[in-house]
């Protein structure tokens, strides 16, 4: 079963300031997440104020920001930014 996806306004207002090449690179992403039978392994723990959520690295300045929900196989896009702005939500 595979898991299904939310986006908040907040991730996809992000989403339409980045770049269509950008844009591509997190449709992939996305797509793999949505497609593994553990996502997780595709991401990187956050700890701190931010220890339920994960971050894949987009390049070396932008990040997305995701967070799941075990009981409903849902991960929920919580941000697409910058390392700096990881750490505002």
């Given at each position: 079963m595979s898991w299904n996806v939310v986006a908040p306004h907040t991730f996809k207002s992000l989403?339409?300031?980045k770049s269509s090449h950008e844009q591509g690179k997190?449709?992939?992403i996305i797509r793999d997440l949505m497609s593994s039978p553990n996502?997780?392994?595709?991401?990187?723990?956050k700890h701190g104020?931010?220890?339920e959520c994960y971050s894949i690295?987009?390049?070396r300045s932008s990040r997305i920001v995701l967070a799941?929900?075990?009981d409903k196989k849902e991960i929920r896009l919580l941000r697409v930014c910058s390392h700096k702005?990881?750490?505002?939500i």
């Open positions: 989403y339409k300031k997190i449709n992939k996502p997780r392994v595709m991401c990187e723990k104020p931010l220890g690295d987009l390049s799941f929900v075990d702005e990881t750490y505002t």
